[in-house]
């Protein structure tokens, strides 16, 4: 069956549907990680948005149990060309099938070079993904100009607290979206880890005596967040260790005064390298953000940049003066992608005053 995506400035680019048929509007956007597709996926950051994966050929060694989440998040996907015969000894089945099974509409055969051109040279914009060869622009584009993402922070958090076992340091993970391997990556260096709903008071946060306070990634902007940011404020003046990511490291900044803005195509993919300002080391780091802290806004009394991207110079990383707060713009817990910045949860382990 035929598929169409519709972009907001009216080109349109026509493929195969893979997935669900039903009709989808979203934010495109693109990502440049050539493996990893599934966690992809699955990271609940992308809630809100149709992925576009630049990589040619997606799906080649199938649905395997290196998932971010419990479902697929982005509202659609979008691919050159996908596997028809994926291979490999974990393979529990097909993209095609699992795109149909989470019923996330997607299109292949598009030439997703072309599309990323588009995307990098106008910035991030609006798009439908359609099975109706009738569609009519004049009826559509005034749509994509409308969508905006909303509140997805809701949608994507748990839905109760839960706790998984350990001996070693107490760390709250606000859950904001997170991606598994976060809570994971602290689990493996023997945390006790209390997973949060994104709406639990700081106040109960707080009473239960965590030994730190971890605030995951998350989907949508930033801004829009002002209740939790409120309550991120508190755990700011706690003086509880915290170590943030992503959103978490957005929600921070604005928190305590900064100001963030939308990246024209923001960074999304596997090999963005960051670079530590005090040791002057580059890492590389797996990305997947839209928005970003405006580094010039933050008072240097309350935190200093500890990361800059080196592709951009935009801001990838804070340092709070006077606190035991760091927080970072990229993914150290990576999944997809490459594990350089992993030492960081040892260091916030050695901040909770542990020894990893
Ligand atoms: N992965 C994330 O946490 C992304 C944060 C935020 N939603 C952004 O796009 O900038």
């Known amino acids: 069956m035929k598929a169409f995506l519709i972009l907001e400035d009216g080109t349109v680019f026509t493929g195969t549907s893979i997935g669900s048929t039903k009709d989808m509007i979203s934010e495109i956007v693109f990502n440049t990680s050539m493996t990893g597709y599934l966690e992809v996926l699955t990271d609940p950051s992308y809630a809100g948005q149709a992925v576009v994966m630049t990589y040619p050929l997606i799906g080649n060694y199938g649905i395997t149990p290196d998932k971010e989440s419990k479902k697929a998040w982005p509202d659609g996907y979008i691919v050159r060309e996908l596997s028809r015969m994926p291979s490999n000894f974990r393979c529990e089945g097909t993209i095609q099938d699992f795109l149909k099974e989470q019923d996330i509409p997607g299109i292949a055969g598009v030439d997703t070079r072309a599309l990323t051109k588009i995307l990098r040279e106008k910035g991030t914009m609006n798009g439908m ?19 905006r993402v909303g509140d997805v922070v809701t949608k994507v958090t748990c839905s109760g607290k839960y706790v998984l076992e350990g001996t070693g340091k107490k760390v709250a993970l606000l859950d904001l979206g997170a991606k598994k391997n976060i809570a994971k990556s602290l689990h493996q260096r023997g945390c006790e880890v209390t997973v949060y709903p994104a709406h639990t008071t700081a106040e109960e946060i707080i009473s239960s005596h965590p030994d730190g306070i971890m605030l995951s990634n998350g989907p949508g902007d930033p801004a829009d967040c002002t209740s939790i940011i409120k309550e991120i404020k508190k755990l700011y003046d706690s003086d509880i260790p915290i170590f943030a990511i992503c959103l978490g490291h957005q929600l921070m900044a604005l928190a305590t005064g900064a100001t963030t803005h939308k990246l024209k195509y923001g960074h999304r993919g596997g090999n963005h390298p960051v670079k530590d300002l005090k040791t002057n080391r580059v890492y590389i780091s797996s990305q997947n953000h839209g928005y970003v802290v405006d580094a010039e806004n933050v008072d240097p009394n309350i935190a200093v940049p500890a990361f800059v991207n080196v592709n951009d110079g935009t801001n990838e990383g804070l340092s709070y003066v006077g606190k035991n707060i760091f927080t970072v713009q990229f993914h150290p817990e990576a999944c997809p992608g490459p594990q350089d910045s992993g030492y960081l949860f040892d260091r916030f382990i050695e901040m909770m005053g542990g020894t990893k």
Do not use: A, C, S, V
Request: glycine share 0%; aromatic share 10%; charged share 35%.
């Open 129 to 147: 993904i359609t099975t109706n060869e009738n569609y009519k622009l004049e009826e559509i584009l005034p749509r994509l100009k409308e969508y």
